[in-house]
């Protein structure tokens, strides 16, 4: 079974500029997360979509994040204008409805100069 | 809201027994998740307790007392291989099954 597929892997980038990231998760998952995690503390939730809705999302900076999941499949996450503080590794994690496990992607590693 | 405590750093030698410990402050609770992730690499599930008690997969052992807004994680027979972060994340009592993860504990396993 393929597992939750992120890219790109690594991105550095300006202060100021834009970047997008993308998740494909596993197949059939309906539940979508994507989490910041900053080096050295535990990944914080910043969005939760159940199929192409949201669920959640509290804890976006909704001033410079973005995100969607048009067709209840893949979903993109975008910052515009990055910040320093930005800087983060950015997992995506997928759940099948009923299951308790979530399964995380290797992440984006964003590094904003 | 909730209020994920753990160790941050934990070393351990190879072949023994360590205990990290996960305490939760929580407006609502639904259980308790440990992950496992190594440096670089996505966090994998390692168990989920809801109801008191412990819980055996192989080596790794989960405990949780909701009384007591705490968790912990025992490892067995540390191998070298175990040496990564140890992350307690907490499941919310709502509907939407979102995981609320502590900053995690790093443990090193020495020879």
């Known amino acids: 079974e393929a597992g939750v597929a992120q890219s790109p892997r690594y991105k550095i980038i300006e202060k100021r500029q834009s970047v997008a990231f993308w998740c494909n998760p596993i197949s059939g998952h309906a539940t979508l997360y994507w989490y910041q995690q900053i080096l050295g503390q535990g990944p914080k939730l910043l969005i939760q979509f159940q199929n192409n809705g949201v669920v959640d999302d509290s804890q976006l900076p909704k001033d410079r994040f973005s995100a969607e999941r048009l067709k209840g499949v893949d979903s993109t996450l975008k910052i515009q204008p990055a910040k320093l503080e930005d800087s983060a590794v950015y997992l995506c994690?997928?759940?099948?409805?009923?299951?308790?496990?979530?399964?995380f992607g290797q992440g984006t590693r964003l590094t904003v100069v | 809201g909730q209020n994920i405590d753990q160790p941050t750093e934990m070393t351990a030698t190879e072949g023994a027994i360590v205990q990290i410990n996960c305490t939760y402050q929580?407006?609502?609770?639904?259980?308790l998740f440990w992950y496992q992730q190594h440096a670089g690499e996505a966090p994998t599930f390692l168990s989920y307790?809801?109801?008191?008690g412990l819980e055996e997969k192989g080596r790794f052992s989960s405990f949780l007392s909701r009384s007591k807004g705490y968790s912990y994680l025992l490892l067995k027979e540390l191998q070298m291989k175990d040496s990564a972060s140890y992350l307690c994340?907490?499941?919310?009592?709502?509907?939407?099954?979102?995981?609320?993860f502590g900053s995690g504990t790093r443990l090193l396993v020495r020879p």
């Open positions: 994690a997928s759940r099948e409805t009923g299951d308790t496990e979530a399964f």
């Open positions: 994340a907490v499941r919310p009592l709502d509907s939407s099954y979102k995981l609320i």
């Open positions: 929580t407006s609502g609770f639904n259980g």
């Open positions: 307790n809801v109801l008191d």
